[in-house]
């Protein structure tokens, strides 16, 4: 059975297999070779592991931030942060930084957002004097935001692997997702300082009237999701769907931008990608339910139990564990296949699942632009014609923010848990 579970994955995973491939030849190695069990169990916990309701919020945001990243919608956030920041040192950086976010309020997709707002931002950069590396690096690295600000995705999946409320998790992520913008805004901005890059415009409230009439589409639609969410109004997957509705009525009736075919171009887009989350989801479950049955997980608290660690230490190592696994292995997939092992783990020395569920995503952020599989690099290599090299080099001094913020988010839980106290009943 180790040969199944052990020796098969890691051998298939170098040999460059995807990662679902990996999943389900290791179940059915063990299923035919090692086990006694009928083969409708597996066909039986592939379509289990998606009949979830919460995992339908998956396509509807995807389709969301499918519809209002085709149009004008980057531009006009742009316009409104840009606006709203005037005249500090950095401002160009520092809308980066809010617009990225305010994008990822949006979709929850951090690739969506470095295609997205780098393809406005990359110009303008550089027509203020940003260095290429920095310019590379902060695009690089600003979107792996979004999957901590709500609506995030891998906290649907997480909330669906480890049987936790999906508002709690959001209402958790919104102080973490802050306190990570803030730090980069300091940064990008002490950067700016010390290389005398300039500022923008003097602040204006005409100018920031303006931009805020002119993004008031784009604006409505983070306070539709989050409010309706926080407000009682309708669940996650209900304000998914919502989002949708919205999403189709601004881009075209409001902005006038996308045609029907856009529409349904975006819809098969959302159907595409929606499939490969799917089909990991269920790979995952079936080799999460392998490890179940033949007491992996339970072995590994016991064994870890009996060892006595101190809860830092133990934190600290998982940490280690979840930043190298991050590096090879795309976050939804990471998930699931370290959930049934993990939370366990942390339940068991008084970790609460909402805390550590922040915990792992944050892990799992700075994989998306970490070398060597970052998404979020090759987003920016291929749709922003930026050099690779270029890349590897701006995106080291983000990492370490990334980290420090990983450090606090970590030992200081009240930095999660705050936002479920105040905006979940």
Wanted: aromatic share 10%; net charge positive; proline share 6%.
């Amino acid at each position: 059975m180790s040969f199944a579970l052990g020796v098969l994955p890691i051998a298939l995973l170098l040999l460059g297999f995807p990662i679902f491939l990996v999943l389900l030849a290791a179940v059915s190695c063990a299923l035919v070779f090692f086990m006694d069990v009928p083969y409708t169990a597996l066909h039986q916990n592939l379509f289990g592991a998606i009949d979830a309701y919460a995992l339908l919020a998956i396509p509807f945001f995807i389709f969301a931030g499918e519809l209002m990243g085709r149009g004008s919608v980057a531009d006009r956030l742009v316009g409104f942060v840009n606006a709203g920041v005037g005249s500090v040192r950095g401002s160009l950086a520092v809308t980066t930084v809010g617009s990225s976010a305010l994008f990822g309020a949006i979709s929850g997709v951090s690739a969506a957002t470095v295609a997205t707002i780098g393809r406005v931002m990359l110009p303008a950069l550089r027509r203020s004097g940003y260095p290429e590396k920095f310019s590379a690096g902060l695009l690089t690295a600003v979107g792996a935001i979004d999957i901590i600000i709500p609506p995030s995705i891998p906290m649907i999946v997480y909330g669906a692997a480890a049987q936790q409320s999906v508002p709690r998790l959001y209402a958790a992520g919104v102080l973490p997702g802050l306190l990570l913008a803030g730090m980069l805004c300091i940064y990008v901005m002490a950067y700016a300082r010390k290389h005398k890059i300039g500022g923008g415009e003097r602040f204006s409230w005409k100018a920031f009237g303006a931009a805020a009439a002119r993004g008031t589409g784009a604006l409505g639609a983070p306070v539709i999701i989050l409010g309706g969410i926080y407000g009682g109004v309708f669940s996650p997957t209900e304000a998914a769907a919502v989002a949708c509705l919205y999403a189709i009525v601004v881009a075209r009736y409001f902005y006038r931008e996308l045609s029907w075919r856009d529409i349904l171009a975006s819809a098969g887009t959302t159907a595409v990608f929606t499939g490969q989350i799917l089909i990991i989801v269920a790979c995952a479950n079936v080799f999460g339910w392998l490890l179940t049955i033949h007491q992996v997980p339970a072995s590994l608290v016991q064994w870890l139990t009996e060892l006595q660690l101190p809860g830092w230490t133990l934190l600290l190592a998982i940490n280690v564990l979840l930043l190298a696994v991050g590096c090879f292995i795309d976050p939804l997939s990471a998930i699931l296949l370290l959930s049934p092992l993990l939370v366990p783990l942390v339940t068991a020395i008084g970790v609460d699942p909402i805390h550590f569920g922040i915990i792992v995503t944050v892990n799992l952020s700075i994989g998306l632009f970490h070398p060597p599989f970052g998404i979020n690099i090759f987003v920016a290599q291929s749709v922003l014609k930026l050099p690779l090299e270029t890349i590897y080099r701006g995106i080291v001094p983000f990492v370490f923010i990334y980290l420090i913020a990983l450090g606090l988010i970590t030992y200081i839980p009240a930095i999660s848990l705050l936002g479920v106290r105040l905006l979940v009943n």
